[in-house]
């Protein structure tokens, strides 16, 4: 796939936007796998802005979340530069870009990869334990985040007894708890109805801007497209971010 270049800047409904974007792509190259599993994506030019959500649409194997896991450093790139938090990935070793991704991305996966033998505050706390964060204002942290997702009576349980509207609600505690500058999420609503995808949508959003985080979602739910501010489609010669239909 070959990508039309694109130009953006701060999203104008958040004013107070630092003049930095939280991830920058310029000329990626991304190869995947080998052998009849091998998989390259020239990936499109992008800037992803405090505050601003963006989503990822597009076909079945078009490499939707090969571009999220380069972006958030996950993979790397085989070419050009990947700019997460003013680094350039591309020029990190595998140490280095995983401790920088620890800091600066909050992950919500699809099913959610809580471990079942940690209860729920220990999964919370996990990204930050990983990232060496002090101890006693990440539990500060993760306590006020709870309460606010109404899992603070939860904390003690185990995954296993959990909900699954209650775990996806740990899921996005555990993403924000570091206070990221970038909240990647992987079809986080790939199994819910549309009234409660909605809704999962609308509080990623609300607690992302709490911690001034950019939102980046990769969604093959189009019903959702109008709760972002930008869409980028991977679709053949539509690989470039454009305004989301009102």
């Known amino acids: 796939m070959t990508a039309a270049p694109t130009t953006s800047g701060p999203d104008p409904r958040h004013a107070s936007a630092p ?72 020029t990190m070793g595998d140490a280095e870009r995983r401790a920088w991704r620890l800091r600066h991305v909050g992950m919500i996966f699809q099913e959610f990869a809580l471990l079942e033998y940690l209860n729920a505050e220990e999964n919370v706390l996990l990204p930050a334990r990983l990232a060496r964060l002090p101890r006693r204002p990440a539990r500060r942290r993760a306590r006020e985040l709870a309460g606010r997702l109404g899992i603070d009576r939860l904390l003690r349980r185990r995954p296993g007894r959990l909900s699954q509207g209650e775990r996806q609600r740990v899921a996005i505690c555990r993403a924000l708890v570091a206070e990221p500058r970038l909240l990647a999420c992987d079809e986080p609503t790939g199994n819910l109805d549309p009234d409660r995808a909605a809704a999962t949508i609308d509080l990623i959003h609300a607690r992302a801007r709490e911690v001034g985080a950019a939102v980046f979602v990769v969604t093959h739910d189009h019903g959702l497209l109008p709760r972002f501010g930008r869409v980028l489609d991977l679709a053949p010669g539509r690989a470039r971010p454009t305004e989301a239909a009102p």
């Open 19 to 90: 003049s930095a974007p939280v991830v920058r792509l310029q000329g990626v190259r991304i190869h995947r796998g080998g052998g009849r599993e091998a998989f390259r994506l020239d990936a499109p030019d992008m800037e992803l802005w405090p505050g601003e959500a963006m989503a990822c649409i597009g076909p079945s194997g078009c490499g939707k979340t090969t571009l999220l896991h380069a972006a958030t450093g996950i993979l790397p790139v085989a070419a050009g530069r990947c700019l997460l938090a003013g680094r350039d990935l591309a």
